[in-house]
């Protein structure tokens, strides 16, 4: 399992790459998908020709979740840190947002918890209006989000806003991202392919050292801290170890959490059931 | 008068409190309604049980208003500075923001003045379609707002639009109020009972310690400091001095502000008119 | 043609003035325009009864747009830096967003590259719904944006929405601008005069001193700083002498950029054309 290859890279042209998330049947985030994450990063990072990349899913109703908490979480959690003193996972998104790519999400199915964190490091998101469910469930299981959310969303879509789709655990269906701003654009399920492609394929053929420019001037406004991603990070870990988080994380997986069936089809309604 | 409370607290659960304004006929904030907001504030930040509080209004036609100029203002004014040094109206609303407890404002008729400032200084805002009215309207009576709303809509809705709600002290209505990010949503007046007690009894079922941790990483990029709410309430004193303010506030007393019929009901309107 | 006034001042009351960009047929930003401009700056910055100042075109099609490259460029190059030491353009921007005056800008046509700067730079943004298109085409030229776009889109809209604008160099028209906050409000063009001509009137039978303090705590949280733009501004003069920019820009004029016709009327399908 663990060399197993769940992202596969597509170069439409050597300007053009798309990542695609394919680990049937929910696309869930297992720790081997990271360091498999870092290496594509790492590609894009030193490759002289791309200038976009997009991301997407080959998995009907899942664009990218959560991690699997059936998994051996010691995996992830002893990964030693990354150059920036960041754990790997908040320091690959932060990589992202400021790699030599434009980066694009384009979302159709859910996208929660890591998965909506990966969304929201890329450079634009694009939403099905009919098929995208977004959302930050992690305080349904106790914890705090580790990649960012707090420090991204609030810029987005500022802090009321923010503060209800991470304090709610809810899902935010199309519709309501594009509201919120959680995306850029919610569009027709059968237009949202033909949309990114034709962005992707316009910014590719713009100058890319023009690009960069422009982008690493947007990310002075637009980007948190390190510091702030690291505060984060930390808060996420102390709440994984509190007791209550441990035994909510368990009634959850009780009640078939990690798994296909309504658990993760309506994680929004399934979190909100806790104690009843 | 002094004494009698205007604002009532009811425990749905030991979780999930509400905070009703009961001050007919206008719910217009009075110099003595601010010890007892503090104190209910107190409350909040002791408590060890309650997660979630609610703002709501039991009075037909205003959630809550600016101050009653018909009142002693120096009962107000001369007010010791509270802990943090700031009046005690900007530091109770600080105080608001960073307490131990999520706050929700359920806005359903007017919200001008104190009213805005204090649905701007908890965590989310939801609002009555048909009948919820928000504004700034101080500068139609020569002031600047004191509560902390340049900086607060600022970094709701962007530069622009706070500009346009505050120099203009227009009214702005449920949906127009949802486009700017004024509020979280407006929702069908039938439905906005349901639906903030639904989210309220949600977030309440979640672990404090995870809701706060969060809240607090939010608090980061979303809230002003001390010193920007500081510089606001000191020109928001300095206005009031000013004889062209007192002037206009007088002649807007003689018109019926203060007091229940047009002035009130239209106040948008009715700011506009002077010197016609 | 340099001292052929381009641009028209009207008082329609010492409280309220109105500048018109009359330069047909395009609107298009001659280096003469900018001491037109800046005279108009000092002028606003100086009469001690001005309050409000609403910005129009009396050229159908066109608010205000990018820089002529036909000109002779030197004349803007080669100017001294203003008393802040920046390049006037993005130095008089900065000027207008501090001015004590308040601004509006009325968007009937196309406002790009400068024209979208500047509306940018006002304090609120009213676009007609049928007729308004804003745009920063620079990366479509090569360009890094040079007046700032980068910094007040991003506060205005978030990086999301920022990025796809800038990055993208599309057309945006007045429902988008309005959903993305790059303006205040898209408006039926029927109403947009009347609309602004009502609010600028409303806004100049306020107090002056209070209209200004109110916007100066707004420009706290809402403006970037000078270095910012600076950056900015140095990014655009770079990029505008790599030799791959002036071939592009060559290109895009050997196809009829700035001149009247399908490339100024459709400019953001033209420079998603190069090398086609």
Same mark, same amino acid.
Do not use: W
């Given at each position: 399992m663990k060399d197993q290859i769940q992202i596969?890279?597509? +170069?439409?042209? %050597? !300007?053009?790459w798309r990542v695609t998330f394919d680990h049937p049947p929910l696309n869930i985030f297992r720790p081997?998908? @990271? $360091?498999?994450?870092?290496?594509?990063?790492? #590609?894009?990072e030193t490759d002289e020709q791309v200038k976009v990349v997009v991301f997407d899913s080959a998995v009907e109703g899942f664009f990218l979740i959560h991690l699997d908490f059936? =998994?051996?979480?010691?995996?992830? #959690?002893?990964? $030693? %840190?990354?150059p920036t003193g960041l754990h790997p996972w908040p320091e690959m998104l932060g990589r992202l947002s400021r790699a030599p790519v434009v980066s694009i999400a384009s979302i159709r199915g859910r996208a929660t918890g890591?998965?909506?964190?990966? !969304?929201? =490091?890329?450079?634009?998101? &694009? !939403?099905?209006?009919?098929? #995208?469910?977004?959302?930050?469930?992690?305080?349904? =299981?106790? @914890?705090? $989000?580790?990649?960012?959310p707090m420090a991204q969303l609030t810029?987005?879509?500022?802090?009321?806003? =923010? @503060?209800e789709v991470i304090l709610s655990a809810?899902?935010? $269906?199309?519709?309501?991202?594009? @509201?919120y701003g959680y995306v850029n654009r919610s569009l027709p399920d059968a237009d949202l392919?033909? &949309?990114?492609?034709?962005l992707a394929t316009r910014i590719a053929s713009f100058d890319k050292r023009t690009l960069l420019d422009i982008r690493r001037l947007v990310n002075v406004a637009g980007l948190p801290s390190d510091i702030e991603i690291e505060s984060g990070w930390n808060a996420c870990v102390a709440s994984m170890a509190r007791p #209550?988080?441990?035994?909510?994380? +368990?009634?959850?997986?009780g009640r078939g959490f990690c798994k296909p069936g309504e658990a993760e089809d309506r994680l929004g309604e399934f979190v909100g059931q806790h104690g009843r």
């Open positions: 596969k890279v597509t +170069k439409r042209s %050597p !300007a053009y081997e998908m @990271l $360091p498999q994450v870092n290496e594509i990063i790492t #590609a894009l059936l =998994a051996r979480l010691d995996d992830l #959690a002893h990964l $030693p %840190p990354g890591m998965g909506s964190e990966l !969304a929201l =490091a890329c450079d634009m998101r &694009f !939403a099905s209006r009919e098929k #995208a469910i977004l959302s930050q469930f992690e305080v349904g =299981a106790g @914890l705090v $989000p580790g990649g960012g810029r987005l879509m500022g802090r009321g806003r =923010a @503060l809810n899902d935010i $269906p199309g519709d309501l991202a594009e @509201l392919d033909g &949309f990114v492609d034709a #209550a988080t441990q035994e909510r994380i +368990k009634e959850l997986i």
